[in-house]
DNA sequence: CGTTTGGTTTCACTATTTGAAACTTAGTCT
DNA sequence: AGACTAAGTTTCAAATAGTGAAACCAAACG
């Protein structure tokens, strides 16, 4: 096996590339990618040449650099405007972020990390990690422990073995044992807290966004600083973050089952 | 529309697959792709089953349908803020809709189609086909005149080899040479026109956004409606396109190389 | 209940993919 | 210039992975 072990057949592989192409966030060289890839020359070549053809890659002939093809872009409109929860929030977030004032995220879980789908910023902007389209780790963030937390057993297992448990400031939880400790206390309180466990002066109150059947669609958080504000009094915003919670799920499950008659 | 020659090996089929997802503007049950794909049964079931598995999708389990993944959301994010014009573009369309008041669009050329990747309505908005994200035909488009008028003759001929030369309105120019004649118009007016060729009632005027050595890397338009300007008038902000074209085209060559001294 | 519909699995057959190595440019250094 | 080097492209027999008709299973239907 290589790198990761996850790369079933040939799919999997050329879908592996395309991800390294897109995580340098410029053009690449054939040799760049060549050195920390470990397919051989040709096989790397190959599927290189098979993106392009296929548009999901370009390939700047002046450079003889890869970049991420139109292709991908025209997907990512169909993708935001029909997996993601982002369309249907979106209205809510507006009124979350307008109620609050505070910055909003909407996050869905990536293979054990939390991808943010989309953002209010707050009236009075801070500058902080998390970005519309990035991800980022799901045992320290609001979003990520409210996701985790109404995980059945074994999505949890999976996603608990993925998490790296680094330590990002003196109160992120890092182990195992104590993230299960709080995600038993997330399922009581009904929503999760982020105290600075992922950046200094960064808190947060995250609601999961449930299914009826209780699976996990996403998750909601109104995310604030220490020098703004309070855990408690994020906290009195609790119900009504949960509400919105509940009325994109409701909305988004109404959407799921249309044309059916 | 059906059998697209080109699926070239198993990632091409994937990638068709995954098309077709985006395509329905809904979560899709096997049975209907099994409609439309040719593929046989099994085959499109495992393909289907890599992509899953591979995150680009996601089946519900409740339902039984496939919808686009999250690891497809952030690679489209990822082409979107890298791939495109549309993240160096975004100031100088909000000063260009400022400007002129009108609907602009930014197009970039995926396999002999538009694609437009940005877009700003006008201060009065009018119902229109093209939408960020949508791929448009090229030969009856402001857009798509203006960046097939610059392309090198090769790229040029597998484009119009791509065109239906279907018309739309009387006024599109439904043939291939029509097409070449008015594509050395264009060449030595400097700019494209839309005379009502895709949608009635529609004007616009288009510059391609070309890079240093003459390569088409998209294309910047203004459109409005006849019973709100002419042609003329349109043509009068023409200079002022071209201008901010080359903006946006001289920014985006600074950001491809950069790290290099 | 027997039947249909929608989805999953099998398995012998084949076509695609593989990757070491040879080859071709295009640059660099004496 | 010629000899070396680096970067990208092509080859080809062996190995692997993909194919798809058909069998199978499980709900839903009548």
Redesign the pocket.
């Known amino acids: 096996m290589g790198a990761e072990g996850h790369a ?6 050329a879908l592996d590339v395309l991800d390294m192409v897109a995580s340098h966030g410029r053009p690449v ?6 050195a920390e890839a470990d ?12 993106l392009t053809h296929q548009g999901m890659l370009t ?1 700047d002939p002046d450079t ?2 890869y970049a991420l093809g139109v292709r991908l872009v025209r997907l990512a409109h169909a993708a935001w405007s029909q997996s993601s929860l982002a369309p249907i929030a979106r209205p809510y977030l507006d009124e979350l972020a307008r109620e609050t004032g505070e910055t909003i995220h909407l996050a869905q879980m990536d293979l054990g990390q939390v991808l943010y789908v989309d953002k209010r910023n707050a009236a009075k902007p801070v500058e902080m990690f998390a970005q519309a389209g990035k991800v980022g780790p799901a045992y320290c963030t609001g979003v990520g422990k409210a996701m985790l937390a109404y995980l059945p057993p074994e999505a949890l297992e999976a996603a608990l073995a993925r998490q790296s448990f680094h330590r990002f400031t003196p109160h992120t939880l890092a182990s195992r044992e104590a993230l299960l400790t709080e995600l038993q206390a997330i399922r009581q309180r009904g929503h999760a807290w982020d105290r600075e466990e992922h950046e200094a002066g960064i808190i947060c109150c995250a609601v999961p966004i449930l299914s009826r059947q209780g699976r996990v669609m996403g998750a909601l958080s109104v995310t604030s600083t220490t020098a703004r504000t309070t855990l408690e009094d994020l906290g009195a915003q609790a119900p009504m973050i949960r509400d919105i919670a509940a009325k994109i799920a409701a909305e988004a499950e109404s959407w799921r089952f249309p044309e059916q008659v």
Chains 1, 2 share one sequence.
């Open positions: 079933d057949g040939t799919v999997g592989k060289r054939f040799s760049d990618l060549l397919y051989p020359k040709a096989t790397l070549y190959r599927l290189l040449q098979t390939l003889g650099t």
